[in-house]
């Protein structure tokens, strides 16, 4: 979460403006950074505060970020019936703890957990829900450390060194999980032509520090999937040259909600035997509003033990794995509401038409002169361009980010990682809700601004270093 600071004292005591209108007894004296000496009607307090959220933007047509931005009237009424249920209360609201364990049988069966070999045998396709990804990222990353540690003791070596094999793309909470948990974050960086991790550059910079690997199913630079199957392989060849036996984490964020529907043939999960957990995100494709996330283990044997509490649970213990604690009940009764909702056809016909309006749009982009595609959205129903010539165009892909938010279109530009940092890219997330009609009005602005700009052109501004970095927004 952001940070913030406290006021200085002469901002402290700024007035936050109420309309007259909305005052029916005296003028109230709202301080901005303070709370107020008194209350005021319910109504006027609302009014207040909606006054303050119209600079807001318009989330449906905010193409920077992957969060769902609508949802059905029933589905937000169930949630705001759910709000109240604490989710870490097991014991009072079983029901809701019951949708719980229903949603995590559910993805563990759309990812192929593998079956229980018997009796006796690792409990398989065990998981959890949390607020987001990004918990469950740092949930699969204790998992793998704690696992390590233990082989490292087990062979009476030193645990004085761990490290995490990734690509340079991967979400910022990799890097928060490494630096957190102190462990050695090994990127492998992008090159032209190769804008994500793949197996042979992941299997050279593991050694016996090595924890994990992950991979991304669904860049958030460009909507591609990192080839799951392709590492394994590698990592096969290297346990068998040098005994290194390394475990993968899929961070499914995006792709977990969209490759089990559009791309049935694709081994990335489960069916990999390497792949030891996969984490995903509920509010992004999984359709819900923010927070929740959901993480599965390929079984128990998975999921260290020590990492596991016991909470009281009608009369006996559920097992608990989390590093939050209380929050609403409401985002995982929604997510099986959207899995009764919409069954299997249904999640599929929306991801579909997800990737088809944008494969629409990367098509048109395409053809338009001045762009090139990085990737085209056949994969994640996300794609990322660039000038062909930005030095030629005498405007930057910042120019043209800041040209369509004047006009409500949240269309982030950014530079890509380091040692491709020289490359700038605009990139747009096509979500349920952005149908075909609003991406030809979009696809329409953007030959509008185009056309602007190469009528009004101006030297372009550096990419790096400097302010102009900071320029545009990227939201993963």
């Known amino acids: 979460m952001p940070l913030h600071r406290k006021v200085d004292e002469a901002e402290a005591d700024a007035e936050l403006d109420i309309n007259p209108v909305y ?3 005296i003028r109230l004296s709202v301080p901005r950074n303070k709370i107020p000496a008194h209350g005021m009607l319910p109504e ?14 318009n989330a449906r047509l905010n193409l920077a970020t992957f969060v769902t931005t609508w949802m059905e009237p029933q589905a937000q009424q169930l949630m705001a ?14 029901q809701t703890a019951e949708l719980e364990r229903r949603c995590v049988n559910i993805l563990a069966d759309l990812w192929h957990a593998p079956a229980r070999a018997g009796e006796g045998a690792a409990l398989t396709g065990v998981g959890c829900s949390t607020t ?27 645990a004085a060194k761990p490290n995490l094999v990734m690509g340079a793309n991967v979400q910022v909470c990799w890097e928060k999980f490494c630096r957190y948990w102190q462990v050695e974050p090994k990127l492998v960086p992008m090159v032209p032509g190769r804008l994500h991790l793949a197996g042979p550059e992941a299997a050279a910079q593991c050694d016996e520090n090595t924890i994990g690997v992950v991979a991304v199913m669904g860049s958030t630079m460009d909507g591609s999937y990192e080839p799951v199957r392709q590492i394994s ?65 390929r079984d128990s044997d998975a999921l260290p033990e020590d990492l596991i509490f016991r909470v009281n649970y009608l009369g006996g213990n559920i097992p608990t794995f989390a590093l939050n604690f ?31 309006v944008a494969m629409h749009m990367s098509r048109e982009i395409a053809s338009m002169g001045p762009f090139e595609l990085l990737s085209d959205g056949s994969e994640l129903p996300v794609f990322a361009f660039r000038l062909r010539d930005p030095a030629a ?32 890219v605009l990139r747009i997330v096509v979500r349920n809700g952005l149908s075909r009609d609003l991406a030809d009005d979009l696809l329409n602005e953007l030959r509008v601004q185009v056309r602007v700009l190469e009528s009004h052109p101006h030297p372009p501004t550096p990419l790096m270093p400097g302010p102009p970095k900071e320029r545009g927004g990227f939201a993963h």
Not at 402 to 413: D, K, M, S
């Open 233 to 297: 392989d590698e990592l096969d060849k290297l346990q068998a040259d040098r005994g290194l036996d390394i475990r993968i984490h899929v961070d499914g964020a995006s792709g977990g909600f969209i490759a089990p529907f559009l791309h049935q043939d694709l081994e990335w999960d489960f069916r990999v035997p390497r792949v030891a957990s996969i984490n995903t995100s509920g509010h992004k494709y999984g359709l819900v509003y923010p927070g929740v996330g959901w993480v599965v283990w």
């Open 23 to 25: 005052v029916r007894e």
């Open 326 to 356: 209380s929050r609403p009940g409401g985002q995982v009764a929604a997510q099986y509401y959207n899995f009764l909702r919409l069954g299997f056809d249904g999640f599929r016909a929306v991801q579909q038409a997800c990737q088809d």
């Open 81 to 94: 019936e759910c709000f109240d249920k604490n989710m870490i209360d097991k014991d009072e609201y079983p």
């Open 44 to 57: 006027t307090a609302l009014q207040a505060v909606r006054d303050e959220l119209i600079l807001d933007g």
């Open 393 to 424: 165009s005498g405007y930057t892909v910042f120019d043209l980010s800041e040209r369509l938010r004047l006009r409500g279109w949240l269309v982030p530009a950014y530079t890509f990682p380091p040692d491709m940092q020289d490359t700038a």
């Open 132 to 158: 987001g990804s990004s918990e469950a990222c740092m949930l699969g990353g204790m998992a793998l450390l704690w696992r390590w540690r233990a082989r490292r003791a087990a062979a009476g070596a030193s």
